[in-house]
């Protein structure tokens, strides 16, 4: 919608100020989730096609330096066809931004990338953000959005149902979780006093607080049946707050964007 | 519209046509096959069969038997010395007794026919030469009627004989007859013109053969030139759409400007392939002195016409291309429109035959048919006013806009929907509503 692909139903889009028309679309990057790259083409052709069709003239030398950063520059004479998932993906993301846009879209932008290149593109993405480009990304890895963003939304049903800064959301949830770490993994700690809720991470446990328990009751209440390695009060992870959100309803749902 | 864009995408798809293994093999292969294919009918042709062909002949008349068996010898010899000591099928002429002939001999000929001990069998009545006598009539048995040179020749061996002897009953001798009946040389040539010298010279020699084939010829140039984009362009948007291509191409550019530079890489595309046969043509014309059958005006036209063609037709086989989503299903929608555009071909030879006739004014009107027929009709008649192709020329341009507009929504909303293929009445709405 955004990207004038789609009209609304109702309500109105504006991009960059813009409401009408398509004036912003060289403003804007869009990395889709699946691959659309022509896969006979080489892939420096490629590029410089997107960018031309961006309305960059002289794309040549961003295209270098953006196939040098990803390591990409012997790839440059190949077909997009040779490529693998984890470069081609790298190919689009240079193709959704190598003209500088305001405004960059990117639809699970680290599906199917091993770690290393996780790394790369989660950097050039804050490289981006440094620039002062805004940079709106879906992703199903609370974890990621907790580190990276400065904004998260999340869409559940169809539903808006999360809105504010990571720290902000957190914050309202309170300070209703408690992280332990105890020396007997069959120890059932959903049944202790005032825990409404208890998760195993295999290490580690989360403990989601009934309200108004007190955390202290609990730590002595654990002291008695184990050894305590690691105990912390905390606030929920984003990751939590998903699926506290999206559990009772067992329904599919969608990352925040 | 933004041009800069129609133009980048318009210099992709051209680039990655052109560029493809089988569009260079086809520009190669189709003038090949064209000229191998007329090679080997000549070869073929020049060394004919070498098994003999029998044929028995119950002449009632009592008259034509010898006359055959005279004409199959001096055919026999006639073919021998062309080959030049090579062995050639010799026709041979068994007179057998008409008394004979009943229908258990005819049954048992037959037999010996469908097995290929023998050619023919021929019954020749006994009034052929004079009526008075009864029936006139020479039937000719065979197994198969088409193609045949011993059919041929004996039609035209017994037609003389048959005269000859009529005219040596009415009292003429051999030596007048010969004369009689001795061919006439019959030369088809071009017209005069004035030149700027003030010499009159006649046009380069045009024979009856080249007039008919050139035109064909254009007409076929003309076809596959638009078939060999439209159908990999199909194909092409149907693959951008699968590999999602599309919704990317769509983030930097609106749906009409990526159709309208699909349509003009295209319209390229095919402006190339005509350049490369019409290349080839001219250097063969020139070649053998038939330069006046391609006079520059008709290559503007043709030129023309073929950018309109691809505009119009193409537009069409992207908005199907964009409309399903696989090959499968395009083939329903393509059928049709298949048949519309070789519509063309099943009407030529009336346009030929009668170029300034209004059936062929008409016909050449159309603003579907007008890409084809119109040069094959400049490429006949000189006396087609220029009216009629200027005209077919803005009433192609007009259907091609409709057609375009059209087309335009169908891709516009074809492009990004997926999964089942939408009805005609769907097609309908989106090329009428836009929605």
Redesign the interface.
């Given at each position: 919608m955004i990207?004038?692909?789609?009209l609304p139903d109702r309500g109105r889009v504006v991009v960059l100020g813009n409401e009408r028309g398509?004036a912003a679309?060289?403003r804007?990057?869009?990395l889709?989730e699946?691959?659309?790259?022509?896969?006979?083409?080489k892939v420096g052709e490629l590029l410089r096609?997107?960018a031309?069709?961006?309305?960059v003239r002289a794309p040549q030398a961003a295209i270098d330096r953006w196939l040098e950063r990803f390591e990409l520059s012997a790839w440059a004479k190949r077909p997009v066809e040779a490529l693998s998932k984890g470069m081609a993906q790298k190919v689009?993301f240079i193709?959704?931004t190598l003209h500088d846009p305001a405004l960059v879209i990117l639809d699970e932008p680290f599906s199917g990338l091993d770690p290393v290149n996780h790394e790369v593109l989660k950097d050039a993405m804050l490289d981006l953000r440094r620039r002062g480009t805004t940079v709106i990304f879906s992703t199903h890895d609370m974890a990621a959005a907790e580190r990276l963003c400065d904004q998260v939304m999340m869409i559940h049903r169809g539903r808006k149902v999360l809105d504010g800064s990571p720290a902000a959301i957190r914050q309202r949830y309170g300070q209703d979780t408690v992280r332990v770490r105890v020396d007997d993994p069959n120890l059932d700690l959903g049944a202790l006093p005032g825990v409404a809720e208890a998760r195993d991470y295999g290490n580690s446990k989360e403990l989601r607080l009934a309200e108004d328990a007190d955390p202290q009751v609990i730590l002595r209440a654990l002291l008695d049946r184990a050894r305590v390695d690691h105990f912390e009060v905390s606030e929920p992870s984003l990751h939590d707050i998903f699926v506290r959100i999206a559990r009772p309803t067992q329904e599919p749902a969608h990352g925040p964007s | 519209m933004d041009r800069?864009?129609v133009a980048?995408?318009a210099r992709?798809e051209y680039a990655?046509m052109v560029r493809?293994k089988s569009f260079v093999v086809s520009v190669v292969l189709m003038p090949a096959l064209m000229a191998g294919s007329i090679w080997i009918q000549t070869v073929l042709a020049e060394r004919g069969a070498t098994e003999d062909k029998k044929i028995v002949v119950f002449d009632r008349s009592g008259e034509l038997a010898d006359d055959l068996a005279v004409a199959a010898a001096a055919r026999n010899q006639a073919v021998d010395a062309a080959a030049e000591g090579e062995d050639r099928a010799d026709f041979v002429v068994a007179v057998d007794d008409p008394a004979e002939l009943d229908d258990a001999r005819r049954l048992e000929l037959s037999e010996s026919i469908r097995q290929g001990d023998l050619a023919a069998f021929v019954e020749i009545g006994p009034g052929v030469v004079d009526p008075a006598k009864g029936d006139a009539q020479i039937a000719y048995h065979a197994e198969s009627l088409a193609f045949s040179d011993l059919r041929r020749w004996f039609e035209g061996s017994a037609r003389q004989a048959v005269t000859r002897h009529r005219l040596l009953a009415a009292g003429l001798d051999d030596a007048a007859i010969a004369a009689g009946l001795a061919p006439v040389d019959f030369d088809g040539r071009g017209l005069y013109e004035r030149e700027e010298d003030g010499s009159l010279t006649v046009a380069d020699k045009t024979s009856a053969l080249v007039a008919e084939l050139a035109p064909f010829g254009i007409l076929m140039l003309l076809f596959i030139s638009v078939m060999m984009t439209a159908q990999p362009a199909l194909q092409a948007v149907i693959e951008e759409k699968q590999?999602?291509?599309?919704?990317?191409?769509?983030?930097?550019?609106?749906p009409t400007d990526l159709m309208l530079g699909k349509l003009l890489g295209y319209v390229g595309v095919s402006l190339t392939l005509v350049c490369v046969y019409l290349g080839l043509a001219l250097t063969a014309a020139s070649h053998y002195g038939y330069l006046s059958i391609l006079p520059p005006a008709l290559i503007a036209w043709m030129l023309a016409f073929v950018a309109l063609a691809v505009l119009l037709y193409g537009s069409v086989f992207v908005a199907v291309g964009a409309a399903v989503s696989d090959l499968k299903e395009s083939q329903n929608l393509v059928l049709p429109l298949m048949i519309v555009m070789m519509a063309p071909l099943f009407v030529w030879t009336q346009v030929i035959a009668e170029p300034l006739g209004s059936m062929a004014t008409i016909l050449s009107l159309i603003p579907l048919m007008t890409p084809l027929l119109m040069p094959m009709r400049l490429a006949v008649s000189s006396a087609i006013p220029l009216w009629q192709p200027l005209a077919g020329l803005v009433l192609t341009f007009a259907c091609a806009l409709v057609v375009i507009t059209a087309a335009g929504r169908i891709f516009r909303i074809g492009i990004?929907s997926h999964g089942r293929p939408p009805r005609i009445g769907e097609l309908l709405r989106w090329a009428l509503r836009g929605e």
């Open positions: 990207l004038r692909i789609f398509r679309d060289d804007v990057g869009y889709p699946e691959r659309g790259l022509y896969r006979k083409m096609f997107h031309q069709l961006k309305g689009q193709a959704a | 800069r864009k980048v995408i992709r990655a493809t590999q999602r291509i599309a919704e990317v191409l769509l983030g930097s550019v609106a990004l």
